[in-house]
């Protein structure tokens, strides 16, 4: 039984890798008819809620979508990944994952991207963010570890 606590722990303390998520979500409002919708990023945790109304969203032409894209930024500084978890409302067909929205990677942040008519949507989009979290790999504290469990 000993030695299969010692593999657990080794294997748990020099080998694991694990990821914490954090959650976001951006709130689009019509403010006028004529201009796309105006989104406000919320930090969404167990301690408080952060919203940022100067949301930093900028425009850009995209020459192999042949359109303009909206992006906003996540706030996602160093995470792997970054995924839309759900859009309210559900049945909005004017903006379609993949095709009117999505998240990508640029330089050390993640943006929400929306095009075309998803632009002029009252929409809610919850987004989570993956960060790394790599636990202790100093053998030397394994083992004072393993030592104290005996």
């Known amino acids: 039984m000993r030695n299969l606590w010692l593999l657990f722990v080794i294997f748990y303390k020099a080998k ?10 951006y709130t689009c409002f019509i403010t006028n008819d004529d ?6 990023l919320t930090f969404k945790d167990d301690t408080e809620r952060t919203a ?20 906003c930024p996540l706030q ?10 759900l859009k309210h409302p559900s049945n909005n067909n004017k903006c379609l994952a993949f095709f009117t929205y999505n998240v990508t990677r640029r330089k050390n942040d993640w943006f929400l991207w929306r095009s075309g008519k998803c632009l002029f949507e009252e929409i809610q989009f919850d987004i989570g963010c993956t960060f ?5 790999t100093n053998l030397s504290t394994v083992r004072q570890e393993v030592g104290d469990a005996k």
């Not at 694991?16 to 979500?25: I, M």
């Not at 996602?76 to 970054?82: L, R, V, Y």
């Open 35 to 40: 201009e796309p919708s105006d989104c406000t």
């Open 16 to 25: 694991a890798e694990f990821q914490h998520n954090q959650f976001r979500r």
């Open 52 to 71: 940022i109304n100067d949301n930093g969203c900028f425009t850009e032409k995209d020459a192999t979508r042949d359109q303009v894209l909206t992006y």
């Open 76 to 85: 996602c500084p160093e995470a792997e990944s970054a995924y839309v978890m």
């Open 132 to 136: 790394p979290f790599k636990k202790n």
